[in-house]
């Protein structure tokens, strides 16, 4: 569920939050016009979402995401089950009662995450409260989903298809990114994971993530760059990115659905 539980993954495509420190180098190329080096903040109410597509089923005591790449499911009793997902092996799923459900995600023994999906009277809403453990601080949010598509008969209200219709809020820590430009070289850092690549060179590990992301980067003009994310020798996603003066517009493509995510940030 961690696809649901962190509607926020477009912006931390590019990073989290703010590096401890930056060299004076980082500092002052931050001021320059149309440098990519420096502090932004993602701006959650500039996101738009295409072919964003949710599909979720409980019913009969089983959970099962659909629209997961790849789908999987198991057993909604309130227990911890194992499940082979990147930068997740157990799962639980707790009903608390018609219209609200519990999951919590692990990772090696350690929690990295939490949810609370609850349905509106109406059925046509979910609204997700969510923390993010997986950084050096905690993140909280909250998303809201709109209803496409009405879930098998005598399933739980959460079962159906559904669509983001807004990321409502997002702690700071995880809306704050540096990125530092040295020659060829593009570090990126951010609440706990970090990386440094060459512009044109080969995928590079993301420190402090435990999925297996690899990221490749590369300049595509003046002050635009690309980045392909990769698990395995497999495209999962593709970021375009783009500087304006003191404004950062992102393009996130999901390379195996389609789905994509506009946002913009602004300089610190």
Request: charged residues 25%.
């Amino acid at each position: 569920m961690k696809k649901m539980m962190t509607a926020l993954a477009a912006f931390t495509l590019v990073a989290g939050a703010t590096a401890c420190s930056e060299t004076a180098d980082t500092e002052a190329a931050s001021t320059e016009a149309g440098s990519i080096a420096g502090e932004w903040k993602a701006d959650i109410e500039s996101a738009s979402f295409e072919n964003d597509n949710r599909d979720w089923v409980l019913a009969d005591g089983q959970y099962q995401c659909n629209s997961c790449l790849p789908p999987y499911g198991f057993a909604a009793d309130g227990k911890w089950q194992t499940v082979d997902r990147p930068g997740t092996d157990s799962q639980m799923i707790e009903v608390v009662d018609e219209r609200t459900v519990k999951f919590s995600s692990r990772f090696k023994g350690e929690d990295t995450g939490s949810s609370t999906m609850t349905i509106s009277e109406d059925g046509q809403t979910a609204t997700v409260e969510w923390t993010d453990l997986s950084g050096d601080t905690p993140v909280n949010g909250k998303s809201t989903f709109t209803r496409t598509a009405a879930g098998p008969e005598g399933s739980h209200a959460m079962s159906g298809k559904w669509t983001t219709a807004a990321i409502d809020s997002i702690d700071e820590a995880g809306l704050k990114f540096t990125f530092a430009l040295d020659g060829d070289t593009l570090s990126n850092s951010g609440n706990g994971s970090s990386w440094t690549a060459t512009l044109g060179g080969e995928p590079v590990a993301i420190e402090g993530d435990n999925s297996g992301t690899m990221v490749a980067v590369e300049k595509t003009g003046d002050n635009s760059y690309r980045e392909t994310y990769s698990r395995d020798g497999e495209t999962l996603s593709v970021t375009e990115l783009t500087v304006e003066g003191d404004k950062l517009k992102g393009v996130s493509t999901d390379s195996r659905d389609g789905s994509k995510v506009t946002w913009t940030a602004t300089r610190q």
